[in-house]
């Protein structure tokens, strides 16, 4: 058995953005927590949507591969600072001949995690995600986090406690072994979040209600046994799921949910949910992968 199987790393893409720092930053910490090495991965290459039809455009690789070298060396110096006060971390770095894309699709098929930021230098305007965030969040092999700007993360959020969406499909399972999974490590609480709406349906609001909270119950059965010290928030309401999600999310140190719940295509792309949550938070968000 490889050592990647037995311990895979933090993937966390850069491209010389204090976006990308920050995602370093979060990606650092999160790989000490999980006794992780840390991968910083640099692309030469333009950032681009991923799909087929794509053109790759002629670039300067030796210019490229230069500010790959100063990116990677800056980021690994910056991560094991902020590591520090957490553990001592364990960091490799990679400059790969490629656009960053298809290089952080291709690790993350042996990764525990895939880390990148809201938006890269060519972002527009606040509050789009970069191509790359989207793409991978999108098609990546591994749970995703999106980290947002670091003016948009209060630090007296980081005291609050993890969030989960819950809607009981299977990626939203995940999401919530990866929710209890993260504030086991964070020492502080998951808030579980399930709405449910009375839209075409011929039960009581009542009886609605008492059948979200049966449903939540049955998904989060077992976990508190698995993690007794935890408190376990439980939030059941009649609501759009991502606009409770984002409301719920405002003392949060993290969201976490799935890429798609009940009817997506896995693979295919994110779910309204997950995209409507990774454009309207401020706070990291980690994306469950089928």
């Known amino acids: 058995m490889s050592a ?35 991968h910083i991965v640099y692309g030469i290459g333009a950032p681009m949507d991923f799909g087929p039809g794509i053109a790759f455009n002629q670039i300067d690789y030796d210019a490229y591969r230069a500010a790959g070298a100063s990116a990677v060396a800056a980021a690994s ?14 960091i490799s770095t990679f400059v790969v001949e490629a656009p960053p894309i298809p290089v952080l699709l291709d690790r993350s098929k042996d990764a525990r995690l895939l880390v990148v930021g809201t938006r890269g230098m060519g972002a527009f305007r606040r509050g789009l995600l970069g191509s790359v965030s989207t793409a991978v969040a999108r098609h990546a092999h591994c749970p995703v986090a999106v980290i947002p700007e670091p003016e948009n993360y209060l630090p007296d959020r980081l005291l609050g406690p993890v969030l989960v969406g819950v809607d009981g499909s299977p990626v939203s399972v995940r ?17 579980a979040v399930l709405t449910w709406s009375e839209f075409n349906r011929y039960i009581s609001r009542a009886d609605m209600q008492k059948e979200a909270e049966q449903l939540l119950s049955e998904n989060l059965a077992g976990y508190a046994e ?3 010290d935890l408190e ?10 991502a606009r409770r999600l984002l409301a719920e999310s405002e003392d949060a140190q993290l969201i976490v949910v799935g890429s798609h719940g009940r009817g997506g ?19 990291p968000v980690i994306i469950a992968r089928p």
């Open 4 to 38: 990647n199987t037995i311990n895979p790393p933090v993937l966390v893409g850069i491209d010389g953005s204090e976006v990308a720092a920050e995602a370093v930053r979060w990606a650092a910490v999160d790989a000490v927590r999980h006794r992780a090495p840390l």
């Open 77 to 90: 110096e910056f991560a094991t600072a902020a590591a520090a006060p957490v553990g001592e971390l364990d």
């Open 175 to 191: 999401a919530i072994e990866i929710a209890f999974d993260e504030a086991a490590h964070r020492e502080t609480a998951v808030r």
């Open 226 to 228: 698995q993690y007794p």
């Open 232 to 241: 376990v928030q439980r939030v059941v309401a009649e609501d759009r799921p």
């Open 265 to 283: 295509f896995a693979g295919m792309t994110l779910g309204s949910v997950s995209q409507a949550v990774l454009h309207g938070t401020d706070c």
